[in-house]
């Protein structure tokens, strides 16, 4: 009956204040020590870099384990830390072997730290050769690993390497689990010439070597999975075969004769990117030749820095050439801002304004635009700032660069005094107003776990714990705020703008997998309820949120 009381009594302890530290413990110096071990086994690892980084702005430092796998650090400044371990061809793992690369850690004053165990588990290997459909080597060929992404069928890219004279490639540092190995042969220069114009009666079809994916296909759907275990060598071959490709003519207008333009095509998948082998006509007329079967983005640029003009359009090329196309070019134009605050701030310049697209792809793919981040804006002392070369869409504006242990927040954007915080339409110039504030919320509190059969909850370290926004902000990544439990599970979260939050408390979990609305849907039971006001301190406990297996 005394355990719940005292688990009570170390909650309560965790989250108040710490007291003053007597003048004997002041006068210590702290420090931080501990041991990397290898999994499974638990062997001793030696020559292992640990970096221990100070959130926020601090300082930070490195060490390397000894030939036990031991590693300490004195004299460490108190403050929270992160803790980055780095091996070559190892990974970091939690307990539970799950791939983990930073553990946070609390320091006190002159108090230390000692007996921190962290874990590494060996990485694996592909390699091999890719050879044409006579056997000989192809050198140059792109070859890439890529694994699904959490709760979807997408595929991100984890390594690439390129084939040397001899076909030859090889990925390391692979983290044991599933993954696909595809292809990607160097752009045909035959597509680089200049068109001729070919005789009557010849239709004889272009073929190229194609994106292909082990063990020999071009449909990522019928790909096989190649299954890695720690420390494997896995040899995966590919031969590529010359396959039927297609050819995308249009023509673009509203470019003057003295500029020159630019086709691009990007594949929708982020598998592939071409760009157009003959210059834009007089007339207008262009071609990209040599284009798989695929759904692409066609998009046209030309000028200069200072004034482009730009068009772009979806194209789906199935098994016949795409003609036809019609593309106006658009010119683009610059928007401009001033960031004040609603309190002395001081100086400006530690901000830097983002303009980014309301809505991007849900992956970048392996060729990404700067449409997928947006361009940022450097605040000059006075306030001002600009982005040159915007063309027209729909935005969102986002402010970064404060130090992350104030609380900042963006208070407000408008246009002529009309909120647009959630996103505008932009066609043309116009003049931004941001408000910043230093007023933001801040919650603290801690991250607890009951096992089964256990009689108390127990804190929970190196848990990710995110306030997620009500739902018309979620198109909006600065709006929401994370942090992370130290060894006494405590977290710390600041900077939250005034309003109604959904708090998680996930271990285990892909990075940003907390912005896809249908796992967040997934996890509404799990939700504590939280509304903050303009510079509101709160106290929360949290129980870890289960997670399904097809999110992790």
């Known amino acids: 009956m005394k355990r719940p009381l005292a688990l009570a009594v170390f909650l309560l302890a965790a989250l108040s204040p710490a007291r003053a530290q007597d003048p004997a413990t002041a006068a210590k110096s702290s420090s931080i020590a501990g041991i990397v071990v290898k999994e499974p086994g638990s062997e ?3 020559k292992a870099l640990v970096q221990v980084v100070a959130e926020g702005q601090g300082d930070s430092y490195t060490a ?5 796998g031991h590693f300490r650090i004195d004299n460490v400044t108190p403050g929270h830390y992160r803790v980055f371990i780095e091996r070559s061809g190892f990974a970091g793992v939690n307990a539970r072997g799950v791939k983990s690369d930073v553990n946070v850690v609390a320091i006190q004053a002159g108090r230390s730290v000692e007996d921190l165990v962290f874990h590494m588990s060996p990485t694996a290997i592909v390699s091999g050769r890719v050879t044409d459909e006579d056997g000989d080597p192809m050198s140059g060929v792109r070859v890439l690993a890529l694994r699904k992404k959490s709760g979807k069928s997408a595929r991100e890219g984890i390594g690439t390497a390129a084939t040397n004279d001899l076909g030859e490639y090889r990925l390391a540092g692979l983290f044991p689990g599933q993954y696909w190995i595809l292809a990607m042969p160097p752009p045909d220069f035959r597509d680089y010439e200049r068109q001729q114009k070919s005789p009557p009666g010849d239709n004889q079809p272009d073929t190229r070597y194609m994106n292909t994916y082990y063990p020999g296909t071009y449909d990522a759907t019928q790909a096989s999975a190649v299954v890695l275990k720690a420390g494997d060598e896995m040899p995966v071959n590919l031969t590529l075969v010359p396959a ?3 050819r995308v003519r249009g023509v673009v207008t509203g470019v003057a004769a003295d500029q020159k333009a630019a086709v691009e095509l990007f594949s929708k998948g982020g598998d592939s990117y071409r760009v157009n082998a003959d210059e834009i006509g007089p007339d207008g007329q262009f071609e990209v030749r040599g284009v798989a079967p695929g759904t692409y983005q066609l998009k046209v640029s030309s000028g200069a820095e200072a004034q482009s003009l730009t068009a772009h359009q979806d194209v789906n090329v199935v098994s016949a050439d795409v003609q036809g196309l019609k593309l106006v070019v658009a010119p683009s134009f610059a928007i401009s801002g ?9 100086d400006l310049t530690q901000f830097v304004v983002n303009l980014r697209l309301a809505d991007v792809p849900e992956d970048a793919g392996f060729f990404m635009s700067q449409d997928f981040f947006g361009p940022n804006a450097s605040v000059d002392r006075q306030g001002n700032f600009n982005w040159k070369n915007i063309n027209p ?5 986002q402010l970064y660069g404060a130090d992350a242990r104030r609380n900042f927040y963006l208070k407000s954007v408008t246009i002529g005094g009309r909120d647009v915080t959630t996103g505008f339409p932009v066609s043309g110039p116009l003049i931004l107003d941001l408000t910043v504030s230093p007023k933001g919320g801040t919650i603290e509190g801690l991250v607890t776990e009951k096992k089964q059969g256990a009689d108390v909850a127990r804190p929970v370290a190196n848990a990710t714990v995110v306030a997620v926004p009500e739902e018309k902000y979620r198109r909006l990544p600065s709006r929401f705020a994370t942090g992370s439990t130290d060894q ?7 900077g939250l703008a005034p309003g109604s939050y959904s708090l998680y408390a996930w271990q285990d979990l892909e990075d940003g997998l907390w912005y896809d609305a249908d796992f967040l849907r997934s996890q509404e039971a799990n939700a504590i309820a939280v509304t903050m006001e303009e510079g509101s301190n709160q106290k929360v406990e949290l129980q870890l949120s289960p997670v399904a297996a097809e999110w992790q």
Do not use: M
């Open 488 to 494: 006494f599970g405590s977290f710390t979260i600041r």
């Open 244 to 246: 039927r490709t297609y």
């Open 393 to 397: 869409g729909e935005f969102i504006v």
């Open 44 to 46: 001793p690892l030696k």
């Open 64 to 68: 390397a384990t000894d030939s036990d």
């Open 338 to 346: 001033h960031l004040h605050s609603d309190s002395a701030l001081g």
